[in-house]
């Protein structure tokens, strides 16, 4: 569009430090739509063309003004030091096992990404996938890996520069040795093998020139690959006249008899689920049965080694429960619970441990109570309670992330007596933990591969009451005890609240560094979240999406008011659907923020669905193109709740150009918003825009960590007094 009435929105600002000067020039468009009713305006929308070159000349002088303005943070090389030395800890990831045969991740000190080794009796550990190895630039990212059930083939999957378009390759284990691949596609696609490694069952996206332009993320559908065929010959078994959004996920039984396929519209919190008897109809064409469709519940199957259906679901139990039946007669009217809803801790996972070494077969369940981990031992016939782990901490144990997982409990397929389970708190590097059903023992299994000096660090879970009298709760890290004249302190408040994602207590160098430095950190288990299960996301979604925003604004006033830190020494700070969280936290309460920091954010609400994958999250947010829905994202989208005059807090917007799930444009457009609504009014609260290339909205090399949450610590820390 033509750009009318092009000036400079900015003015040179008094010497501070570090300096302001003016903003880049960013014309503003008298465009306003008439949608559903709603006047809107965009006067940004000529930056959503990354083609123009009056977009490209805004972006190099928004660098060039980032480039001033980091060169002069105080504390920006102190806090990258620090970060690089607690990041050394390094990583190890749980084992899988296929057999005797253990596959695991691990990152030593120094290493910029993770590394896939394996191990099998009498030999050495070895790797099989080193990222760096692959290429030399750390650009590439293993996005996920399946050995077949004999442990003698992978299916890997990586991506470059960020982008998340993962390449399926399948690795003889052996030699190492690719023996398939590539198959291009495939990004997000669980791979499930049938006995023997023939083949397996996979998800890819249709090729571009068979959706209509601008449709290139979706249009999933299930595939049958033949190992060391073609992949122009696979068969597509499922998907076809189904919602474009979907996701799809498949698996295969231990022993082959049974497939099960699940479909989710987009995120949304419900899934159908299919089962087919292989036995009977074939691996290329299932006779697939809907065991759940059009229930609003998220449920998965996993067919046991003792001829039950397993049945993990959130149906009538938003804490989730675990229930049982016959594979013949799977319908929900059939389900017997095994493990029924707890009122206050939230089902996440489960493992089965039935070795010929054990008295009766056993089950551990994975449990978080308010984000805190339970482990429990139950008898695997009747449920019945048969003991609780002894866990190291008030930390998380395995991925309570997501419900239909295993919890992060990893046994092996072919049964047994032991499992295996991570562990980490706010001070503790991932440990992995063992576990031996035969003596109830919980021994270590493998620590962090690097020696670091941990500070000493005070965590507190404390609640708090919201706009609506919700009690909410949150954790707040500050170093030992000490005299209270020392409060208040520089903070920082960080939240995400949406997609049912638990905020948990974890090992985090840059909080740790912040923590050290004399901050505290605060971290909110705000509505739309899982920390108190689906009951608790669904109240920060949708039409109850400012719940989230209020939680936070109270989270904020609660350690004001606490008196751990002030509005002029308080920080903010989130990434995507958190980002979104920042940008209304800032235009809903100035007042309390001295700064934010707002990562790959969500800002321009009533268009986020043209940008990445916005089509899929529709079910969370709501969508522009109903007239109720429009409203309720109009009424709290950051983009269009900029008012000039306001003084608005610091902020620095941190985006990646590679970013395919949430564009760069959303903090582009709020970026020259803030700026000119506050050009040349409070120079010492500047609105700032980092970007970096060849990286995306997902995993990234250890240095790139390192230099963004130094970049992002050291804003905050000026703008909130830590660093003066």
């Known amino acids: 569009p033509r750009v009318r009435g092009m000036t400079a929105s900015g003015h040179p600002a008094p010497a501070s430090p570090p300096p302001v000067p003016g903003y880049p020039p960013a014309g503003r468009l008298d465009l306003v739509e008439d949608l559903h009713g709603h006047r809107v305006a965009d006067p940004y929308r000529w930056l959503e063309d990354p083609a123009s070159q009056q977009v490209k000349d805004w972006l190099a002088a928004q660098d060039e003004l980032w480039a001033g303005q980091a060169a002069a943070l105080p504390a920006r090389d102190r806090l990258a030091t620090r970060i690089g030395q607690l990041m050394e800890a390094g990583f190890i990831g749980t084992p899988v096992w296929r057999g005797e045969r253990q596959f695991f991740m691990r990152r030593l000190a120094g ?52 982008d998340e378009e993962s390449v399926l390759r399948v690795m003889d284990v052996a030699s190492g040795a690719d023996v398939d691949g590539p198959i291009t596609r495939c990004r997000y696609s669980p791979v499930a093998w049938l006995p023997g490694g023939a083949a397996f069952y996979y998800v890819r996206k249709l090729p571009a020139g068979q959706v209509p332009a601008g449709e290139e993320q979706f249009h999933r559908r299930v595939y049958l690959h033949a190992v060391g065929i073609p992949d122009t010959e696979d068969a597509a078994i499922f998907g076809e006249g189904r919602d474009k959004t979907n996701y799809y996920g498949a698996s295969v039984s231990r022993d082959g008899r049974w497939l099960v396929i699940s479909a ?28 759940q469709e059009g229930v609003d519940a998220r449920t998965s199957l996993h067919p046991g080694r003792d001829g039950r259906l397993y049945v993990f679901t959130d149906s009538g139990a938003p804490r989730g429960r675990l229930a049982v039946t016959d594979p013949a007669q799977p319908g929900q ?37 308010h984000a805190i981990s339970e482990v429990t031992v139950h008898d695997l016939v009747t449920g019945a309670p048969a003991g609780r782990l002894e866990l190291p901490g008030a930390g998380p144990a395995g991925d309570a992330s997501r419900l239909g997982s295993t919890g992060g409990i990893s046994e092996r397929p072919e049964g047994g007596h032991e499992a295996w389970f991570g ?14 059903a035969r003596t109830g023992a919980v021994t270590v299994w493998a620590e962090a591969p690097g020696a670091v000096a941990v500070p000493e660090v005070t965590t507190r879970q404390v609640a708090f009451t919201s706009r609506d009298g919700t009690e909410v709760r949150m954790l ?39 923590v050290e430095a004399g901050g505290v950190y605060a971290i909110a288990a705000l ?36 008196g751990w830190t002030t509005p002029a020494q308080l920080g903010i700070s989130g990434g995507s659907n958190g980002g979104l969280l920042v940008g209304a936290a800032i235009t809903q309460r100035p007042d309390l923020f001295a700064a934010a920091a707002c990562s790959a954010p969500l800002l321009d609400m009533v268009r986020y669905e043209r940008f990445g994958l916005g089509q899929t999250w529709n079910d969370e947010y709501g969508t522009a193109g109903q007239a109720a829905e429009l409203g309720w994202l109009l009424g709290y989208s950051p983009y269009h709740q900029v008012r000039e005059g306001t003084r608005y807090p610091a902020t620095l917007f941190t985006v990646f150009d590679n970013d395919t799930r949430v564009d760069p444009v959303h ?57 003066r």
């Not at 206050?344 to 994975?366: C, E, K, N, Q």
């Not at 562990?423 to 031996?436: I, K, Q, S």
Request: glycine share 10%.
């Open 111 to 162: 290493q910029e990404h993770g590394v896939l080794l394996t191990a099998g009796p009498g030999e050495p550990e070895r790797v099989l996938i080193d990222p760096v190895a692959l290429d030399p630039s750390g650009l590439t990212t293993l996005d996920a890996w399946q050995p077949d059930k004999e442990g003698r083939l992978l299916a890997y999957q990586v991506s470059a520069a960020g």
């Open 264 to 291: 989710a519209q987009g995120t949304a919190p419900r899934n159908d689920l299919w089962l087919a008897d292989l036995t009977a109809s074939g691996a290329a064409t299932p006779d697939l049965r809907a065991v």
């Open 333 to 369: 009217q059939h389900w017997r619970d095994l493990i029924p809803a707890d009122p206050v801790a939230i089902l996440t996972g489960y493992a089965i441990l039935d070795g010929a070494g054990l008295d009766r077969p056993v089950l551990l369940a994975s449990w978080t109570r």
């Open 423 to 436: 562990y980490t708190d706010n001070t503790t590097p991932l440990t992995v933990y063992h576990y031996d």
């Open 476 to 514: 707040i890290m500050s170093k030992e005890d000490g005299p209270e004249e020392r409060r208040p302190w520089p903070a920082i408040l960080y939240g995400y609240g949406g997609f049912g994602i638990s905020m948990a207590p974890a090992y985090s160098a840059s909080v740790l560094a912040w």
């Open 527 to 562: 509505r739309g979240g899982g920390e108190e299960g689906e009951d608790w996301h669904r109240a920060g979604m949708r039409e109850r999406k400012q719940n989230v925003f209020d939680d936070f604004h109270a989270a904020a006033q609660a350690l004001i008011d606490g």
């Open 667 to 723: 903090a582009h457009k709020m970026c020259a918003a803030l700026q000119h609504a506050t050009a040349a009014r409070w120079p010492g609260r500047p609105i700032l825009l980092r970007r970096e290339s060849e990286v995306g909205h997902g995993a990234r090399a250890v240095s790139r960590s390192v230099s963004l949450s130094a970049d992002s610590l050291a804003f905050l820390a000026f703008h909130t007094g830590l660093s």
